[in-house]
């Protein structure tokens, strides 16, 4: 492009400017490998390895820590885990880019008359959007999307508005996606696609699926029950850990799962949270300790198991050499790749689900199944997707701490929450996002390491680029919510 234009200003100079130098001009910058409009084929595989990838990356570089299955050693790395304001602006322009050609194939969709198309579409966009607000509260949302005609700094909207609103909000959006499909079900054209090649009730089921995340998310705002046992009765939902929204990322870059890729000095200081470790082992759990983590360095050379080979780490500034001889390393095979279930880009999964459907149970959101049934299917389904047998996961149900308290509604969230937190290692911001709903489990605010007044945020900061170019709209939300200051204290709705 560059070049051409030096040539266009070389002969504006050497012929007087003749009268069609506006025409070579333009011909001359007119890029033949261009297309007038975008391929959809190439748009929905991108925007899938995106919306995957992305989740996947910052679960892997950040996600954890905020977590807490994960805790860096040295001050170096660990300044954002030890919930520093940050922004993450990297993901929110990669989920507005999202959200973006999401739309744009959603409007290919009506005019090709392709309803799964369409659903795709809309579930895509309603996912970047539901991660925006949920990450960062109120969003430049309704008229975020409308470049095209001429409007670049759009006001922001309320994060009940994003959820709600009937045009583009997530969740009558996702309902609208389920329609078309539940009306189309041999709808069957998805050029495009790597996550179902092309299958519409594999579709319908991961909306469903993102339905009950989203409704349960706002449950404490309004009534979700109706909605709730619709999706339930509707029958269209994952039966195993099989039909999970998982992505199989290549080995090589740019998408391949970050720890494959990684340093070996940026391995060497991601450890094990002592919480996560607690949790283990409170719950006898030697089979998914050992699939994610390496025994301490004290206990490398041991043979067989036992808790005390491992470790975590709590939230430190800078760890002592006995803090990381005890604590546990990452499994080496998220390295070497020789565990694909470890290096996936999850979503959303069976597991999840069935966690869902058992808090929805336990508060009487739904009257189809029992909270104890969706509870062991949840843990069935979150060894499953590890690739460990039924075998061990039924024995692991029979742990004392894990059978569920029916009894208690309080005891039994506890335990819904933290094996939903279990079963989302590596799943983007999940753990976090529950926590701040539900309280469980009772993260650590990590003491004086703490660099958010020893709290727990609510949410990232803005962008530095709106604070900039969407200044005017950046000051008015901060000016009308934070008291003129913006902080991550701010609870935008739920």
Same mark, same amino acid.
């Given at each position: 492009m560059k070049k051409n234009i030096l040539n266009y200003i070389a002969a504006v100079v050497l012929l007087g400017g003749?009268?069609?130098?506006?025409?070579?001009?333009?011909?001359?910058?007119?890029n033949p490998n261009n297309l007038e409009t975008p391929d959809p084929t190439t748009l929905l595989s991108n925007t899938i390895v995106s919306e995957f990838y992305n989740n996947a990356n910052l679960a892997w570089t950040l996600g954890n820590g905020y977590n807490q299955y994960m805790s860096f050693s040295t001050d170096y790395y660990n300044t954002p885990t030890r919930y520093l304001a940050v922004s993450n602006q990297p993901y929110w322009?990669?989920?507005?880019?999202?959200?973006?050609?999401?739309?744009?194939?959603?409007?290919?969709?009506?005019?090709?008359?392709?309803?799964?198309?369409?659903?795709?579409?809309?579930?895509?966009?309603?996912?970047?959007?539901?991660?925006?607000?949920?990450l960062w509260g109120d969003i430049p949302f309704s008229k975020a999307l409308n470049g095209a005609n001429g409007i670049f700094t759009a006001p922001y909207d309320k994060q009940q508005t994003v959820y709600t609103d009937p045009t583009l909000g997530v969740l009558p959006s996702l309902?609208?996606?389920? *329609?078309?499909? !539940?009306?189309?079900? @041999?709808?069957?054209?998805? =050029?495009?696609?790597?996550?179902?090649?092309?299958? +519409?009730?594999?579709?319908?089921?991961?909306?469903?699926?993102?339905?009950?995340?989203y409704l349960?998310?706002?449950?404490?705002?309004?009534?979700?029950?109706?909605?709730?046992?619709?999706?339930?009765?509707?029958?269209?939902?994952?039966?195993?850990?099989?039909?999970?929204a998982v992505l199989n990322l290549p080995t090589t870059i740019p998408y391949n799962f970050p720890s494959l890729t990684e340093r070996t000095g940026d391995f060497q200081v991601k450890y094990?949270?002592?919480?996560?470790?607690? *949790?283990?082992? !409170?719950?006898?759990? @030697?089979?998914?300790?050992? =699939?994610?983590?390496?025994?301490?360095?004290?206990? +490398?050379?041991?043979?067989?198991?036992?808790?005390?080979?491992?470790?975590?780490?709590?939230?430190v500034i800078n760890a002592n050499?006995?803090?990381?001889?005890?604590?546990?390393?990452f499994n080496p095979a998220f390295v070497s790749g020789t565990n694909g279930n470890l290096t996936i880009a999850k979503v959303m999964t069976y597991a999840e689900q069935e966690f869902i459907l058992a808090e929805a149970a336990m508060k009487g959101y739904i009257t189809t199944g029992t909270a104890l049934t969706y509870y062991n299917n949840g843990i069935m389904g979150a060894f499953a997707q590890l690739g460990l047998s039924s075998a061990t996961a039924a024995n692991y149900l029979l742990h004392p701490n894990v059978i569920l308290n029916v009894a208690s509604t309080s005891t039994a969230m506890q335990q819904i929450i933290t094996q939903k937190w279990l079963a989302n290692i590596n799943n983007g911001f999940e753990g976090w996002l529950e926590y701040r709903r539900t309280g469980y489990p009772a993260l650590q605010t990590g003491g004086t390491?703490?660099?958010?007044?020893?709290?727990?945020?609510?949410?990232?900061?803005?962008?530095?680029d709106e604070t900039q170019i969407n200044s005017t709209n950046y000051t008015a939300e901060v000016n009308a919510n934070m008291g003129g200051k913006e902080n991550t204290d701010y609870k935008a709705w739920w």
């Open positions: 003749v009268s069609s130098c506006q025409k070579d001009f333009t011909r001359m910058n007119k322009t990669a989920l507005y880019e999202a959200a973006r050609d999401a739309n744009t194939l959603y409007q290919t969709g009506i005019a090709d008359k392709n309803p799964l198309l369409q659903a795709a579409s809309l579930t895509l966009r309603s996912y970047a959007f539901a991660q925006l607000t949920e309902k609208r996606a389920d *329609s078309l499909l !539940s009306a189309n079900p @041999s709808a069957n054209q998805l =050029a495009g696609d790597l996550l179902f090649k092309s299958n +519409a009730m594999s579709w319908r089921k991961f909306i469903n699926a993102l339905r009950l995340r349960l998310r706002v449950s404490g705002k309004m009534d979700v029950s109706g909605e709730l046992q619709s999706i339930v009765s509707s029958g269209a939902l994952m039966q195993s850990a099989s039909e999970s094990m949270n002592s919480l996560l470790y607690n *949790s283990f082992v !409170s719950t006898g759990d @030697s089979s998914r300790i050992q =699939a994610y983590f390496a025994k301490n360095a004290n206990s +490398a050379s041991t043979t067989g198991f036992d808790f005390s080979y491992y470790g975590g780490l709590p939230i050499s006995s803090q990381t001889s005890t604590s546990s390393d390491a703490n660099m958010n007044n020893g709290k727990i945020p609510n949410r990232f900061i803005y962008p530095t």
